[in-house]
T-cell receptor, first 117, second 113 residues
């Protein structure tokens, strides 16, 4: 369960603050993901990085800015958030899937509980 | 886009009873994942199914993918308090080298003594 770590675990911020969420994986994976989990809504994919390159931006507002400096680290920079952005933010990682190969499960971190006041 | 519907949304069972959770997709499932989540925590991978008719078991949990690959079920035998949590099914909608999961709304399971 310590394969994917996230910090901080809890974060309270005002709408004018700038903060960052950090994710680190120790599994040797090449793909990393950010998800948002709001109350009573399905888990939503936000961003996908594969070998440090962003391959998916699921129509996420620009107040969320991801950064992937290497295959082991993923950040989510937050600025001028809204109260409706309060949610559990989950990071995940997986192996690269070879063309025509098996699908690979994603391993999740414990999440950061974000509250925007 | 692919949508996953889970039923029931919540379930309360007595310890020792069996239960089944269903996941129905609007499109053909090419990779179906089951995860368990304790409230406010990360997801724990349970099982992954790919082939129509496939069935996998781990301890007292069995998951199946139907032949048409549009529905999966998760069955727990002789439930225990440790089984309590939120069960999520996820479908892989990407054929590239990084998976892209769409999740169902989840089934909240409570196990009473």
């Amino acid at each position: 369960e310590t394969g994917v770590t996230q910090t901080p675990r809890h974060l309270v911020m005002g709408m004018t603050n700038k903060k960052s969420l950090k994710c680190e994986q120790h599994l040797g994976h090449n793909a990393m993901y950010w998800y948002k989990q709001s109350a009573k809504k399905p888990l939503e994919l936000m961003f996908v990085y594969n070998f440090k390159e962003q391959t998916e931006n699921n129509s996420v507002p620009s107040r969320f800015s991801p950064e992937c400096p290497n295959s082991s680290h993923l950040f989510l920079h937050l600025h001028t958030l809204q109260p409706e952005d309060s949610a559990l933010y989950l990071c995940a990682s997986s192996r690269q899937r070879l063309a025509g190969g098996f699908y690979n499960e994603q391993f999740f971190g414990p999440g950061t509980r974000l509250t925007v006041l | 886009s692919q949508e996953l519907e889970q039923s029931p949304q919540s379930l309360i069972v007595q310890e020792g009873k069996n239960l089944t959770i269903n996941c129905t997709s609007s499109k053909t499932l090419y990779g179906l994942y089951w995860y368990k989540q304790k409230y406010g925590e990360g997801l724990i991978f349970l099982m992954m199914l790919q082939k129509g008719g496939e069935e996998k078991s781990h301890e007292k949990i069995t998951a199946k993918l139907d032949e048409k690959k549009q529905q999966s079920s998760l069955h727990i035998t002789a439930s225990q308090p440790s089984h309590a949590g939120i069960y999520l099914c996820g479908a892989d909608t990407n054929t590239g080298t990084a998976s892209k999961l769409t999740f169902g709304t989840g089934t909240r399971l409570q196990v009473t003594l």
